[in-house]
């Protein structure tokens, strides 16, 4: 077959793995209540609103999420090349080890975490970290899985033959797995704690404030913890913020990724490296533009800043 | 709601010098020896300090700035560990202790970071994070059991079992984390030693666990069988080593926790 | 081996760090209270921002590893600010749709690109939240320095690692220039090696600056942004005694 044709199969496959890659990663953020707005969640107690959450401070985001990704690429090349056991075997039993090691510290963050908050009475939940940990683990098995998948084929586009074919000057990344896993860990941590955090720490934690004005500090530490039926724990959380905070994080990645790959992808058909800039500067000039609009639109629907008309949700 | 007793007084329960040269030693003598196996477990007492030194450095206001200082002096010691590599262990040592401590004279001059005490105790940072990284990298690719105090050990081999597989950003991402977790998951108004201390015991077992299954990887790379042997004895021991910490910390957590309820409502008491 | 090779290469590392430090302290970073819409800029840590664009710089320079030196360092700074500018156009989304706040800022009252007021559309009692126009700016500058400097740190180690294992005699046109037809097997080793020392300085100066930085900052307006100087020089003091180790581990 054709090498490009190949390839744009390739990219098409990637961008849409990378999506989800994106979008789990985040879910898994909000799960345990991780990086950004953990900082609330860790706040709540010393000003008395104890809490049903889940405090997994396993420092930012891209440094754990790049640990669970290299770990998985690890343990996948170990399997794969040094005892050859077929990739479809091999990728998902390395991302099953995984979950271990993912369980393991998310364990000791919350153990850890509410104990030294002793002073202030919040007490260790039990059921609270057996209901959310196997939850915690399947979320880091669906961004482990797609992130190691698309490793391996970048990996395999760029120094063997896919299908007779040699695309690997059109696509593929020459790094290998562990690495190019921890280096798409990071990229996706750092994303997903940029993006799909907002959506948590802004409206889910502080969802009995106004809607239409930032959390101002006066509400700092007081944190919804009643929920639709009951009291709130993080399970109720990512069922919010899967469906608006971590699909825009996993848009934002896949479109991350299909921009960079088209740029070197049509440059390299042409054979222009100097094409390759060229796209480069249109793209970011037309995100610029894009943003431009989003913010005078805003501005001019939104208004100036009013004082709150004594609307208030329940607590 | 019961009455919380507050822990007034800061205790430590292992001194910091001793944890320093107890690491030290051990580490660097498991290094020079050369017996993978007994390296990688020999690694522990360096993860531990490492830990330690984060808790103190910590301890004078970095806030969320803990998984930063774990990833500078990590990231000190893997450009040391290169070259302790290539040349000698020895040397790595003392390009690790000098470089950290050039470092520390650099960001305190500049006032960067307003730390007292800041070179000493970011060369004993970097100095821990080149002794986990060297103890591990032993422990992973290295083939025979001779000794090695003068004489580094960078063949064809080993660069095909660390760098074409990529294998060595295993061995500094597990040790950055292992070095920066515990004192991370324990922050809090009422941290204390013991805990911080036996989490770091959890994270190091997961390490050396990690460590034994890229050796395994790595004997059918090379295509060495007998490397499977030391893999083995790594990966038990991690193992072990990892669900006896899991348990101490959790029966410890129990006791010190202000309660430990299976369920309740925030507020109003619960079910035991 | 040429002494003035390894200057130069000393060099190059140095001026990476100082790109880094500056390109750290252009990105708009709100820090953890801007998880909570209580500050402006990208709701992340300093270093974390900053090591998730530089790490795309670091790919794409792997990505085009035959190439030209200076296409390299272009392309590699473009992919960094094409990550960026997408970061905060998905930040600003949120903010509008998730959250219902427009974007503003708080050091000034007009913003410092367009002229229009900002001060009006504040909620009390934050330091703005968003991403206007401004920040976006300084944000795609500093992704672009941020991804130069790593792509400035990957290429003369690279270079000096396949020079040596393919048996020529190392100059200044064969670490910038354009390579001989090399297959992507034979240079694995050496860009897992360049990869994990460029790594390795790109947190070191990352979170050098981040400590400078403490926190929050918006742009070039913001009073933070006067520490630079003396992060730049940190950053090229610490750069060049790391350097000299990576070139001893190297040659």
């Known amino acids: 077959m054709e090498p490009i044709l190949i390839a744009i199969g390739v990219l098409a496959l990637i961008v849409g793995l990378i999506t989800i890659a994106g979008w789990f990663e985040d879910a898994e953020s909000d799960i345990g209540s991780q990086s950004n707005p953990n900082s609330q969640v860790q706040l709540a107690p010393q000003v008395g609103t104890i809490h049903r959450f889940f405090n997994k401070a396993i420092s930012g985001e891209p440094v754990s999420n790049g640990m669970w990704c290299m770990t998985a690429g690890t343990i996948f090349v170990a399997l794969w090349l040094g005892w050859n056991i077929h990739p479809l075997i091999s990728i998902p039993l390395s991302c099953g080890l995984t979950t271990l090691f993912h369980m393991t510290f998310a364990t000791t963050a919350y153990l850890g975490r509410i104990t030294s908050q002793r002073r202030f009475g919040q007490p260790i939940y039990i059921d609270v970290l057996v209901s959310h940990l196997p939850l915690i683990g399947t979320h880091g098995f669906m961004v482990t899985l797609t992130i190691l998948t698309i490793s391996y084929i970048m990996y395999t586009a760029s120094t063997s033959i896919i299908f007779n074919a040699d695309i690997s000057r059109y696509i593929g990344y020459p790094v290998a797995i562990p690495m190019l896993t921890l280096m798409l860990g990071i990229i996706s941590g750092s994303i997903g704690s940029s993006t799909g955090d907002t959506h948590y720490g802004g409206e889910r934690l502080y969802q009995h404030t106004v809607y239409g004005e930032g959390v101002s500090t006066k509400y700092y530490g007081n944190i919804t913890i009643k929920a639709e039926l009951g009291w709130r724990n993080s399970i109720d959380t990512v069922w919010f913020c899967t469906k608006y905070g971590s699909m825009m994080a996993g848009l934002c990645y896949g479109l991350i990724l299909l921009f960079d790959n088209f740029r070197i992808f049509l440059g390299n058909i042409y054979g222009q490296v100097f094409l390759n800039v060229c796209i480069g500067l249109v793209i970011v000039f037309m995100l610029f533009l894009v943003n431009r609009w989003i913010e005078v639109w805003a501005r001019r629907k939104f208004g100036p800043y009013m004082e709150n008309i004594k609307l208030e949700g329940g607590k | ?272 | 081996m040429d002494f003035l090779i390894l200057i130069i290469i000393l060099i190059a590392i140095a001026i990476a760090g100082i790109l880094i430090s500056i390109g750290t302290m252009l990105l708009p970073i709100g820090g953890a209270p801007a998880a909570m819409f209580t500050s402006t800029g990208i709701a992340t840590g300093a270093e974390m921002m900053l090591t998730g664009s530089g790490i795309t710089g670091i790919l794409m320079s792997a990505v085009l590893f035959r190439e030209n030196g200076l296409i390299v360092m272009v392309n590699a700074g473009l992919s960094s600010a094409i990550m960026m500018s997408t970061v905060m156009l998905i930040c600003n989304f949120l903010a509008v749709y998730g959250r219902g706040v427009p974007p503003a800022l708080y050091t000034r009252e007009k913003d410092p690109i367009t002229g229009e007021n900002v001060k009006i559309y504040i909620t009390p009692g934050t330091t703005g939240h968003g991403i206007p126009t401004a920040c976006f700016i300084s944000g795609i500058i500093g992704a672009f320095l941020g991804g130069l400097g790593g792509a400035l740190t990957f290429i003369p180690v690279f270079r000096l690692l396949v020079i040596k294992a393919l048996g020529l005699t190392p100059s200044i046109e064969a670490i910038f220039s354009q390579l001989i037809e090399v297959s992507s097997s034979n240079v694995l080793s050496s860009i897992v090696i360049a990869a994990t020392i460029a790594l390795g300085m790109f947190l070191i100066n990352a979170n050098i600056t981040a400590y400078a930085i403490r926190g929050v900052i918006e742009g070039w307006w913001d009073p933070k942004f006067k520490n630079t100087p003396r992060t730049a020089l940190a950053c090229f003091l610490a750069s060049i005694v790391f350097g000299c180790i990576t070139l001893l581990f190297i040659l």
Not at chain 2, 13 to 23: E, G, P
Not at chain 2, 83 to 100: D, E
Not at chain 2, 112 to 135: M, N, Q, V, W
Not at chain 2, 196 to 208: E, F, K, Q
């Open chain 2, 1 to 272: 709601m019961t009455h919380i007793s507050v822990l007034t007084e800061k205790r430590i329960s292992v001194s910091s010098s001793y944890l320093a040269v107890i690491a030290i030693v051990l580490s660097l003598l498991s290094i020079c020896l050369g017996i993978p196996s007994l390296a990688a477990i020999l690694a522990i007492p360096s993860i531990i300090w490492g830990a330690d030194t984060v808790r103190r450095i910590a301890s004078y206001g970095l806030g969320t700035g803990v998984p930063s200082i774990g990833n500078l002096s990590v990231s000190i010691g893997i450009l040391s560990s290169l070259v302790g590599l290539k040349y000698s262990p020895i040397l790595g040592v003392l390009i690790a202790a000098a470089t950290g401590f050039i470092f520390g004279v650099i960001i305190s001059r500049l006032k960067i970071l307003k730390i007292p005490h800041f070179p000493r105790l970011i060369t004993e940072l970097s100095l821990a994070g080149y002794l986990t990284l060297t103890c591990l990298v032993v422990g992973v690719a290295k083939t025979d059991l001779l000794p090695m105090v003068f004489n580094g050990f960078l063949n064809d081999d080993v660069v095909k079992a660390l760098f074409w597989t990529g294998f060595i950003a295993a061995i500094y991402w597990a040790s950055t984390l292992a070095i920066f977790h515990p004192f991370n998951a324990g922050l809090g108004a009422d941290e204390r030693q013991g805990r911080t201390l036996r989490i770091a015991t959890v994270t190091s077992g997961v390490t050396i666990c990690l460590s034994g299954i890229v050796r395994l990887g790595n004997a059918g790379i090379l295509g060495r069988p007998w490397m499977v042997n030391e893999a083995i004895i790594m990966i038990a021991i991690g193992g072990l080593i990892w669900i006896y910490g899991l348990i101490s910390l959790y029966n410890a957590c129990r006791r010190e926790a202000a309660s430990t309820l299976w369920t309740g409502i925030p507020g109003r008491g619960g079910l035991e």
